[in-house]
């Protein structure tokens, strides 16, 4: 008894120091830099073509004409560049202080070892001088995964700061993720390929937030870990030259412990897929994306997409050898015939009939059909067919599955049409009854009320048309007044009601064109109202202010969800309504081009208006 008494003792103290020792084990980790040079190679050649013959005044006068571009492509200046490397830690009085690991001279490679207790984020800060912003990246030491970073030296200002080929930011192994990346098999160059990746992370204090990993692809291939304590729909994206596409979107089904590969879709040469063994990525969309009937059409539209390229390459559209297995419409001895248009535009309100325009256009549509539109037409067809199918199996998942989290998830994959909001909110109600309470509090309600609101916004969106009255709003102005939007309506001839926030680059891009046809046109009767939808007054007056607009500044402050851009159907921002005195729409989110072209046919032309110094693009928006 005494010895067995002894041997207990023993194996309790030895397992005792095992446990000290793991509890007190220190965690290394590495940290490797470089530059990257995106500068040209100047060659012999270039040299020689660069001399110049001639007298020493002509010499000195080129060099003063190019000796900007000349700096632009000099290498980056490091004689003054600091690297710095910091995270956050609570000292013994519970306040937060930022604590230096690393902090030295950046010479153009960098290479350090250290140990932590810990997994611990950090923040890699370069600033190249005195006169620049620092750059940054977020990143998680003590993963098991060394950190590897560049300074992308490009022509002409903005450098790129960022990491190379593995991102991780794993906190908990317990719930850790990886997603591996290998898009060799494309045989190009993707050495400047980034790739995003974004996904919600809880926080201590139960909320979520967006969390995102960006990094260069190295060897063509990447590794991003993470953890997430629940499973959720995240985003991948691809963005690069050599990308089919240049930019393209994935569904990543994350999950705690899941495992991803991003690779070669099948065996289609360009198609790229994102795949799972198990769990509910593998459920939702491995179970159709990695299906062999779904991969045999994709195989079958990726050739005719190659035939079709070929032909209009070689100008071979008059083959008919060559597209005999395609129906073709049957040409006749009409070259044209008249389109009778039918329209489901509503009747304009009473009093709007003015602004619905009462010109009638001839519509014509030519029947001398190119011989290769059969196959353009299959091959959309086809596509077609790819996207029903996704849709058909999400939706039948979310419609009937056994497990109300794989039904929850498919949801969050929406394979309904973007407005299309009923049958989303309907399964999300069934999911409030069955699904654990907490759950439903911080993930399912919140959405089904974001998603209510959406269909609110889309119906009135679809409502406000040209030839229809906008709402009645008042909201304080910049001298915190309330203003009635049709109090001052009656007093102008043409309004526009521009939303807008202080945050939008698209809305402040187009304040210099804004600017120069209220100068030119207010005294005409013409008048803007700017809404903001900042979710602050400090914001909003310091942007008023930054950018000293001129006209009526209307303060909202909600953020996408107040009452009036509600109302106004605002899910992207600008929105410009251009309305009459009786708030009758004439335009509806329109942009400078075609203000200035509404403008001039209205009031004349204005000879003080000048092209404008930057073009902004109709199409840009920043959506909620």
């Not at 109600?429 to 089904?448: A, G, K, W």
């Not at 064109?513 to 005409?524: G, N, Q, R």
Request: charged fraction near 30%; aromatic fraction near 8%.
């Amino acid at each position: 008894m005494k010895y067995f008494v002894s041997y207990i003792s023993a194996f309790c103290a030895l397992t005792l120091l095992v446990v000290s020792s793991h509890a007190d084990a220190s965690i290394p980790y590495k940290i490797t830099g470089e530059v990257i040079s995106e500068l040209p190679e100047v060659t012999e050649q270039d040299e020689t073509d660069a001399e110049t013959d001639g007298d020493e005044s002509d010499v000195v006068a080129e060099e003063s004409e190019t000796s900007t571009e000349d700096r632009a492509l000099e290498p980056v200046d490091l004689s003054d560049a600091v690297l710095t490397i910091s995270h956050e830690e609570t000292n013994d009085e519970g306040e937060v202080e930022t604590a230096i690991l690393v902090e030295e001279h950046f010479d153009g490679t960098f290479d350090y070892e250290g140990v932590i207790d810990e997994p611990t984020e950090v923040k890699i800060t370069l600033r190249v001088s005195e006169d620049l912003e620092p750059m940054e990246i977020d990143t998680v030491i003590g993963t098991g995964r060394d950190i590897h970073f560049a300074l992308l030296d490009n022509p002409g200002p903005g450098d790129g700061f960022s990491l190379l080929g593995t991102s991780s930011t794993v906190l908990n192994q317990e719930n850790k993720f990886t997603i591996t990346g290998d898009l060799s098999f494309l045989d190009v160059d993707l050495d400047r390929t980034m790739i995003m990746f974004t996904w919600d992370k809880m926080g201590a204090d139960g909320e979520s937030r967006r969390k995102t990993s960006e990094l260069l692809t190295r060897n063509s291939s990447f590794v991003i870990e993470g953890d997430t304590s629940i499973p959720q729909v995240a985003d991948l994206y691809l963005i690069g030259s050599n990308i089919p596409g240049f930019f393209l979107t994935f569904d990543i089904v994350l999950e705690p412990r899941g495992e991803y590969t991003v690779s070669q879709l099948g065996d289609l040469s360009e198609e790229i897929g994102v795949s799972s063994e198990s769990g509910y990525h593998a459920l939702l969309i491995d179970s159709w994306q990695q299906h062999e009937d779904y991969l045999a059409l994709h195989k079958k539209m990726e050739l005719d997409n190659e035939w079709l390229q070929e032909l209009i390459r070689t100008s071979a559209e008059d083959s008919d050898s060559e597209i005999a297995d395609y129906e073709t419409p049957t040409d006749t001895a009409d070259d044209k015939a008249e389109v009778v248009a039918v329209s489901s535009t509503p009747e304009p309100a009473e009093g709007c009939e003015d602004a619905v325009a009462e010109t009638e256009e001839e519509v014509t549509q030519t029947k001398a059909v190119v011989k290769h539109q059969a196959l353009t037409s299959k091959i959309s067809a086809m596509k077609q067919d790819l996207d029903n199918r996704r849709s058909q199996a999400i939706k039948a998942i979310a419609q009937s599955h056994k497990d109300p989290m794989a039904r929850y998830l498919a949801v969050r994959l929406n394979p309904w049409e973007r407005r299309e909001y009923a049958p989303r909110i309907a399964i999300l109600r069934e999911l409030e009854t069955v699904m654990e309470e907490d759950f439903v509090s911080i993930h399912v309600s919140p959405l089904i009320g974001r998603m209510e609101q959406a269909a609110i916004k889309a119906s009135n969106d679809t409502r406000l048309i040209v030839g229809q009255r906008v709402p009645e709003f008042s909201l304080a102005n910049y001298d915190d007044e309330d203003v009635a939007l049709f109090d001052l309506l009656g007093e102008r001839d043409m309004v526009l009601i521009d939303f807008w926030a202080s945050w939008c680059g698209p809305c402040i891009a187009d304040f210099p064109e804004l600017k120069k046809l209220y100068s030119a046109y207010s005294d005409e009767g013409f008048e803007i109202v700017g809404v903001s939808i900042d979710d602050n007054m400090e914001d909003w007056k310091e942007g008023v202010e930054e950018h000293e607009l001129p006209w009526v500044n209307l303060g909202e402050l909600k953020d996408w969800n107040g009452p009036v851009a509600v109302s106004y159907g605002v899910s992207a921002i600008p929105a410009g309504f251009l309305v009459d005195s009786e708030g009758c729409i004439y335009k509806k989110n329109v942009r400078p081009a075609a203000l200035k072209e509404f403008l001039v046919d209205r009031y004349g032309i204005d000879e003080s208006l000048e092209e404008p110094d930057v073009e902004t693009e109709d199409s840009q928006e920043v959506s909620s």
